[in-house]
């Protein structure tokens, strides 16, 4: 059953609510009948739902710190990425768009994915314009990019660094083109997200996958991929640099590969897959849905991603790649470290599930390398040979 919730005002938690929250963060059972009723109750419409999630975890950062201790986390998940040494779960981009809860959830995931960032405000569609699928386990969305803005961005960045934040940040960005300017006002805008943030991020996913924003047609091609790449590496030469690619069918699989080829060949050092997945209103079941299309993301996008980090780990054997997609549990992450994955990230499991499912997929993950008789860093280091 598909959810659309009108907004009204928002009120304060209560002591045995909050209580129930942080009892949530431990068991995906109690967050998904308990705690999203709550949130619900008070909150009612999807988007302000999040919205308000995000601020409760930015207010009680210190007493988060303490719970994620009681997490637990084994050292054979772990990887070496550019010097950095942490564990391979992080946030997908969406999740927190505008780096207002950073701190919070970096004690609990091993990299953060914030953004996408823009370099102007920008509200993105008018509301309503997220859609939850319960049944499915799916999120319908049609938000059109929106962002506060580089500055109110590298103002939570910059905050999160001097709070002792330490999970490697790699930030989404996007330069958006201009209708009259073409696609160099997308290269200008990239050139002063980078130069702007550098100094404070771990890298970069640039972003020109959201399938809810017309105007980024205009980036998909070669050209811009090469140049987009050449950008990255001259102002972030040492930084991850990454490209986010959308779901594509197999009659669009060579393209793909030739557009990421251009971007690794230039300076990229590889690619997250996949973003959400275009659909029609036709396929959305509700009468209410106000647009035409939406992007889906959640289990539908499994396929998906198992053939994406398939086909780009056979094309390109040294290139990083970040799964996200619909992963809902362990012996799935498994997989998708086993097809070639180097790092996996989530939101949608996460809005159903909570953070416990982080918890339930890293000790799954734990068990499955220690039946093979190896760690992550180890089996990753098999993948590449076999490809290699």
Known sequence: MLEVRKEKSSKELSIAEKYKMFRGLFSTKIFKNEVRPILYQHFQDVETVHENTLRLLGENAKALRYASKLMGRKKSIEITVKGKRFAPFGTAAGLDKDGIAMLPLSYFFGFLEPGTVLVNSRDGNPKPRLMADETNLNVYNAEGFPSKGLRFFQERIIEYRKKGGSAPVYVSVCGLPDPEEGADRALNEMETLISSLGRYADGFVWN??????????????????????????????????????????????????????????????GVVVVNTKKVGRENINTESWGYESAGISGKALREYRLRAVKDMRSEFPEAMIIA??????????????????????????????????????EKRVSQRLKADGTDM???QKTVLEKYG
Request: charged content about 25%.
């Open 208 to 269: 020109p996958a959201s399938p809810n924003t017309s105007l980024l047609t205009q980036l998909r091609n070669n050209d811009m991929f090469a140049k987009t790449a050449e950008l990255m590496n001259r102002y972030a030469k040492e930084k991850l640099k990454m490209v986010k690619i959308w779901p594509y069918e197999e009659a669009d699989k060579e393209n793909t590969i030739s557009l990421v080829r251009s971007f690794i060949e230039n300076g990229g050092d």
């Open 324 to 361: 996200c997609g619909g992963i809902y549990d362990g012996d799935d992450a498994y997989e998708t470290f086993k097809a070639g994955a180097n790092m996996l990230e989530g939101f949608t499991p996460y809005v159903y599930f909570g953070f416990g499912l982080l918890s339930e997929i």
């Open 377 to 379: 860093q180890t089996l």
